[in-house]
T-cell receptor
């Protein structure tokens, strides 16, 4: 089956620092998505990317859809304590109507 | 705006017991999904329903059954619970179209003793 390799597994940073995480796949996806999960809650969509090379921002978050369609990255600028959570990348296979998720990056932010 | 509602929030079972996890969405979405989340494993797809009347296996379907009762409701059943099924279960729905945008419920934390 399809697999997504997400890195790093975890990050512990100081408030104000920038953060970068990425995801690579053995398969091509038509859509890449990034989700955030707060403790005790379900994941919530942050950014969706639909075209190879696309760069999209949502506030302090910026994500890119890799040219090869097999990778994506997410940057968070000037981190704040409420950025704490688990960030998941996901690739969407429209043929099967399913998403494949990476294993997540746990982000901890120290005030 | 309820979105995706899952019940129960928490459940403890003994090995061999059965139970059904309920999920309902009020967004008129065609597709619905069940995932399980385990530490270090991310979200793994158990079953999904691309549209009312259809269901398909995902990555980890063994030990589970599903029912798409109608467009709103998609339930997950454990016929004979095992300790390996201790996990957090998430239901999600997706609108029609190639967007990949899932809307998740808040999860059910299940412990099987």
């Amino acid at each position: 089956g399809q697999q997504l390799n997400q890195s790093p597994q975890s990050m512990f940073i100081q408030e104000g620092e920038d953060v970068s995480m990425n995801c690579t796949s053995s398969s091509i996806f038509n859509t890449w998505l990034w989700y955030k999960q707060d403790p005790g809650e379900g994941p919530v969509l942050l950014i969706a990317l639909y075209k190879a090379g696309e760069l999209t921002s949502n506030g302090r978050l910026t994500a890119q859809f890799g040219i090869t369609r097999k990778d994506s990255f997410l940057n968070i600028s000037a981190s704040i304590p409420s950025d704490v959570g688990i960030y998941f990348c996901a690739g969407f296979d429209s043929g099967y109507s399913t998403l494949t998720f990476g294993k997540g990056t746990m982000l901890l932010v120290s005030p | 705006n309820a979105g995706v509602t899952q019940t129960p929030k928490f459940q403890v079972l003994k090995t061999g017991q059965s139970m059904t996890l309920q999920c309902a969405q009020d967004m008129n979405h065609n597709s619905m999904y069940w995932y399980r989340q385990d530490p270090g494993m991310g979200l793994r797809l158990i079953y999904y329903s691309a549209s009312e009347g259809t269901t398909d296996k995902g990555e980890v379907p063994n030990g589970y059954n599903v029912s798409r009762l109608n467009k709103r409701e998609f339930s997950l059943r454990l016929e004979s619970a095992a300790p390996s099924q201790t996990s957090v279960y998430f239901c999600a729905s997706r609108p029609t179209g190639p967007t990949g945008k899932l809307f998740f419920g808040s999860g059910t934390q299940l412990s099987v003793l």
